[in-house]
Structures are given as C-alpha cells and as structure tokens.
C-alpha cells in the first residue's frame, strides 16, 4: 500500500530564513509527487509536482523540491520565506500504475514569524 | 475557467439522518475524486471516478457512503445512516485524466452530526 509521511506536525522559521518542510514516500513504481498548500480559509491549492526528469522542480510563489529516489524523499524548499508563506502544507503521491490513486499526507503547518 | 463547485458548504444534522454532497467539476476534467478530511489529519480519498466509471473505492464505507456520477460530469455523495465519526470536511477535486495531472479542490463542505 502507498503512504505518504509529513514527520513535522509544525514548522517554524523567521521571515527571510530558508524553509524546508519534509516529505518521505512509499509506493509501487515510478511515483508522481505533489506538493498543496491550504491557506486559512481557502481551499486546498496545487503548488508543485515531480513526474520525471530534472530532480528539483520548481512551483508557484518561489517554492521548490527536490526529488530523491533513494531516501524516496520530496522535500519542499524556498530560499527566503514570507510571512505569507504561512499555511498548511501537504505531500501527495499518485501511483502511476494503479489509474493514479492519491495518497495525502497529514500536514504540516508552517509559521513565518516576522 | 470556473473551480469547482460544492454545495452546500455547511450541513448539521443528527445521528441517523441522512446528508447528501453534490459537486461540479471543472469543464473538461475526465476524474473526479471525493476526500474526507478530518480536523488534524490529511484528505482521505473516499472514491475517484474516469469519467463516470468507479476507479478506485476501497476506502469508501459502502454500508453507509454512496456515490454516482451520471453522464460523467457532477457528482453526488450520500451518507445514510450518518454517525458521529462522519463529521468532517468532505472534499470535491477534479483532474484532467491520468496520473500525472494535479487535482483542483473545491471549497469543501464541513459536515457536523450531532
């Protein structure tokens, strides 16, 4: 069975800090990874995705991630964070073989402090 | 283009009663998922559709949870008979067809049972 895991229920860094919220996989074949973020009220947005080729994909509002297939890691960066930024992050992986069913992780959310 | 479509976005009802979703996706898009996403923790894919054909629903309580899609294009969640554990948000995303493609949520709608 596919998993996701998100190992920090919370995040905290300083406005112009770089952030860095991570992400491990599990699933059965190539694995499609997405990033989402959920800002307070708002419904959940799409923000970056892995599905093959350059390891580091880049995404909306400066944010980044990096793809490791061997820690089957997909971490997602941005070089200076905004207060902004904060919100609640999810990890998603689709399997590419089984019709792409969606596995999401539990959150994290991630406080930029002025 | 439009989102998608929820309603209604708020629903108190009682143990026992039942409760029914409906969800417009977005103009074009082949899958539509259903999510449950409890207070604390990430969505749960309930059902995902190709069309209106049943992807994937091992995670959907069949004793009490049913869903159609006719013609393809909106879809209906129903719960019947409601428990406490239903309360939670229930989430309507839509995506082109395949693996590889990032869904679109809807506002959700925040169901309690009382």
């Known amino acids: 069975a596919q998993s996701v895991a998100q190992p920090e229920d919370q995040v905290n860094v300083a406005e112009g800090n770089p952030l860095t919220v991570k992400c491990t996989y599990s699933?059965?074949?190539?694995?499609?990874l997405f990033w989402y973020v959920q800002y307070p009220n708002r419904g959940l947005q799409f923000l970056l995705k892995?599905?093959?080729?350059?390891?580091l994909v880049k995404g909306s509002y400066g944010f980044e991630a990096e793809f490791n297939k061997s820690q089957t890691s997909f971490h997602l960066k941005k070089p200076s964070a905004l207060v902004s930024d904060s919100a609640l992050y999810f990890c998603?992986?689709?399997?590419?073989?089984?019709?792409?069913?969606?596995?999401f992780g539990d959150g994290t959310t991630l406080t930029v402090k002025p | 283009e439009a989102g998608v479509a929820q309603s209604p976005r708020y629903k108190i009802i009682e143990k026992r009663q039942s409760v029914a979703f409906w969800c417009n996706p977005i103009?074009?898009?082949?899958?539509l998922y259903w999510y449950q996403q409890i207070l604390g923790q990430g969505p749960k894919l309930l059902i995902q559709?190709?069309?209106?054909?049943?992807?994937?629903d091992s995670q959907l309580p069949k004793d009490r949870f049913s869903a159609e899609r006719l013609k393809g294009v909106d879809s209906t969640l129903k719960i019947q008979p409601a428990k406490l554990e239903d309360s939670a948000v229930y989430l309507c995303?839509?995506?082109?067809?395949?693996?590889?493609?990032?869904?679109?949520f809807g506002p959700g709608t925040r169901l309690t049972v009382t």
């Open positions: 998603a992986v689709r399997d590419g073989v089984n019709a792409g069913k969606s596995t």
């Open positions: 995303a839509s995506s082109r067809r395949g693996g590889s493609y990032e869904q679109y």
């Open positions: 699933v059965s074949g190539n694995p499609y």
């Open positions: 892995y599905i093959t080729g350059d390891n």
């Open positions: 559709f190709q069309n209106n054909g049943v992807v994937d």
């Open positions: 103009s074009g898009h082949a899958t």
